[in-house]
Structures are given as structure tokens and as C-alpha cells.
């Protein structure tokens, strides 16, 4: 070969890599003999920039697009169950001349209608989660918001005989939207008392672990736990409930995942079903 090509990486003078296309060209003299070779070495390091910022921004926007695709799903189907409710009801009432059968249609009609603005509500909070939640990102004391969503919930905590046990670092901090996580704690703290078993006095238990670039924390209860193998895979699912609980909307772990998601964090989950359920989530440091 007369000529190649490859891509290195040599280390600058101060200590960090610097990406480089190398080009060596043999240079023979007039017998066709090797005389010398001529090399020439590219600095790639703005080239390297503009294409990580371009993987960026192509993800940013697939997930944006998945997020409005799940979004118009959502939406669909939620509307359509409305609309159609809506219909029928204004069919039977159209037809119905008892009087007292059309004031609980008129009955019926004003709890679909509260239904549905519930819905519209739920619907705007998803939306809000996404909008320029970058931007709202600040350092936050992990072990200071854990502690003072524990005092609001006392009184709660305390008519349960709950028993938490916060064991992390109490200088953590984490990159986090105050908001998103005030309300990702309070969902599962109050998940973990509302759904906690009859036999045994709750107990939550929160740990942390630190890597090289996430801050790891796990969220551990003792309450009836969540058939994972049935449930699973709509276990973060809008209007998903697992439990024959009156109070249960099935909204909350769906809007927390989407918080915690546009965070750049994860959330994840193990469960035993009558042992307890561990929610694991993952933050930026």
C-alpha cells in the first residue's frame, strides 16, 4: 500500500485526549525504492463535538417524537371513552321520558363531564412534565426533600404506625427539578401507606449508592407487593391500578416516570406480591 488512513488518539500536553485522523503516504524515489513518508495528522476534536451534539440532538428529538406518539395514544383513547360515554348517555336521554330516570341520566351526565375535565387535567400535568424540564434543573439535597416530604406526610405516617428509616448521606445532592421530585417521593411514599398489608405494620426503607456519574436510590416497603408477571408490563401505564383501592386514580407512578425521565434519571421496580415492593431510580449528580 501506498497510502492509509486511520483514526488515533493521542493525549494533549495538558493531559486530555485529543481525536486525530492520521494520513501516511509512502514516497518512493526513482528506482521505486522507499525514499520516505509523509504524514499528516487532523485535529478532529471540533468534528468529534459536532457529531456528539448531533447524536444529541436526533435523540432528543426520537424521544420527543415517541413521547408525542405515546401522548396521541393516551389522548385517543381516553377522549374516546369519554365521547362515546357522552353519546350514549345523551342517546338514552333523548329517548328516556320517565322524569325520574332522566334526572339520573342528567345525574350520570354531570359525572362524565367531571370525569372527563379530570382527564383534560391529567393530561395537561403530562404535557407539563416535558415542557423545558432542562432548563428547570438545579442541585438539590436529596436527603433534605426525602426528610421534608416525611414531615407532611407525618400525620399520615404516624395514623399507620409507619416506620421509616432514611439511610443515605445527608450532604447528597443530585441535578433534579424540586418539583418533579417532591412529587416522585410523595407518590411513593403515600403508594407505600396506602397499599401496605393488613398483617403488618408499614415500614419504608430509603438507601443510596453513588457511581461515577448517578446517584442511586432505592425505595423499599413491606406492603402488599404487585404481581409483576400479570402486571408488569403496564405497571407504569396511565389509569393502571393493581389494587381494589377506592382511592386509587392509577395516574401516579405514570406521571412520576415521565418526571423522573425528564430528569435524564430511570426508574425501575421489583415486587414480591404480600412482601413488599422496591422502586429503584437512578438521578444525574
Known amino acids: 500500500r501506498d497510502s492509509y488512513q486511520l483514526e488515533k488518539r493521542y493525549i494533549h500536553k495538558n493531559g486530555h485526549p485529543v481525536p486525530v485522523l492520521l494520513n501516511v503516504t509512502v514516497v518512493k524515489d526513482l528506482d521505486g525504492n522507499l525514499s520516505h513518508t509523509i504524514a499528516q495528522i487532523i485535529d478532529l476534536t471540533d468534528k468529534k463535538e459536532s457529531e456528539k451534539s448531533l447524536n444529541a440532538l436526533v435523540k432528543v428529538t426520537k424521544d420527543q417524537n415517541d413521547s408525542l406518539l405515546n401522548f396521541a395514544h393516551i389522548v385517543s383513547h381516553n377522549l374516546r371513552s369519554h365521547s362515546s360515554n357522552f353519546s350514549m348517555l345523551t342517546g338514552y336521554l333523548q329517548k328516556e321520558e320517565s322524569a325520574t330516570e332522566r334526572k339520573n341520566l342528567l345525574h350520570m351526565l354531570c359525572d362524565a363531564s367531571e370525569s372527563l375535565n379530570e382527564t383534560v387535567l391529567h393530561l395537561n400535568d403530562v404535557v407539563q412534565v416535558k415542557v423545558g424540564a432542562t432548563e428547570k434543573m438545579k442541585r438539590v439535597n436529596l436527603y433534605q426533600t426525602i426528610k421534608t416530604v416525611e414531615k407532611n406526610l407525618s400525620l399520615l405516617i404516624q395514623e399507620k404506625n409507619t ?45 443510596s449508592k453513588t457511581t461515577r456519574d448517578k446517584i442511586l436510590l432505592t425505595f423499599k416497603d413491606n406492603g402488599l407487593g404487585i404481581d409483576l408477571k400479570r402486571h408488569g408490563k403496564k405497571l407504569f401505564g396511565m389509569y393502571k391500578t393493581f389494587h381494589r383501592n377506592k382511592d386509587a386514580k392509577g395516574i401516579g407512578l405514570f406521571i412520576s416516570k415521565n418526571q423522573i425521565e425528564a430528569m435524564n434519571g430511570k426508574i425501575e421496580v421489583e415486587s414480591t406480591v404480600d412482601v413488599g415492593t422496591t422502586f429503584k431510580l437512578s438521578f444525574e449528580k
Request: net charge neutral.
Open 163 to 207: 416506620v421509616c428509616t432514611v439511610d443515605i448521606p445527608k450532604n447528597l445532592r443530585i441535578n433534579a427539578i424540586p418539583a418533579y421530585l417532591d412529587s416522585i417521593l410523595l407518590n411513593l411514599f403515600t403508594n407505600s401507606i396506602k397499599y401496605s398489608s393488613p398483617e403488618r405494620f408499614p415500614e419504608i426503607t430509603i438507601t
